[in-house]
Structures are given as C-alpha cells and as structure tokens.
C-alpha cells in the first residue's frame, strides 16, 4: 500500500497550492478519504474529507470556501485545492484512508500517506 502526497511549497499569504495524493494497494474506489494537517508544536486536525464515491465532502470550518477536496477514482488520487493561503495554514499536510477520530482527541486511519509541507509566508 502507498500513499504519496505532492504538491507542497512555499507561497504567500493570498496564494493557492493544490496538493495530490497518489494511491496504490488498496481498494481506492470504495475508501473515504480525508486530509489532516499538523503544524509545529501542535496536535493533527482534520482538514477535509470526501466520500467513496466523491458525492460528499466535509470541510473543517476555518477552510470552508477556500479548501477543496476531490478524487479521481480513475487514477487512484486524491486531491485538496488550498485557495486564500493564510499563515495559519501552515503545516504538514497527510492523506489518509477512512480517518476517524478516537477517544482522547487521536486520530486513527487505515493507511496513512508521509505528508507534504505548506509554508505560507
């Protein structure tokens, strides 16, 4: 199984980024998907997460109207267009498959990617 984020980098305030998580290994198709984040010195926070069939999304409220989730389920991959960047945004960016939250504010996945890193500055 992999899971391997792309597109992070340094941008400024204002600006847009769109990361891609390319999977393989496992049933893409049929697997809820969602992006966290974890920025220095702080726990992970979901940001966003999307049904199997890419019908549903879900936004944590500090992004809503400016993040975008999406899949290509013919490729295997999972998007998050980041629009509006602030400072704030900055962190580690995860994929994971069927992320959910456990007791004590940890956060469980089945498959988790190695993150991509978005500085805005």
């Known amino acids: 199984v992999q899971l391997v984020e792309s597109g992070g980098g340094l941008v400024q305030p204002g600006g847009s980024l769109r990361l891609s998580c390319t999977t393989s290994g496992f049933r893409f198709n049929i697997t809820a998907m969602s992006w966290a984040r974890q920025a220095p010195g702080k726990e992970l926070e979901w940001v966003s997460g999307i049904n199997s069939g890419g019908g549903s999304t879900y936004y944590l409220d500090s992004v809503k109207g400016r993040f975008t989730i999406s899949r290509d389920n013919a490729k295997n991959t999972l998007y998050l267009q980041l629009n509006s960047l602030k400072t704030e945004d900055t962190a580690m960016y995860y994929c994971?498959?069927?992320?959910?939250?456990?007791?004590?504010?940890?956060?469980?996945?089945?498959?988790w990617g190695q993150g991509t890193q978005v500085t805005v500055s």
């Open positions: 994971a498959a069927n992320l959910v939250a456990r007791p004590g504010g940890t956060w469980e996945a089945r498959y």
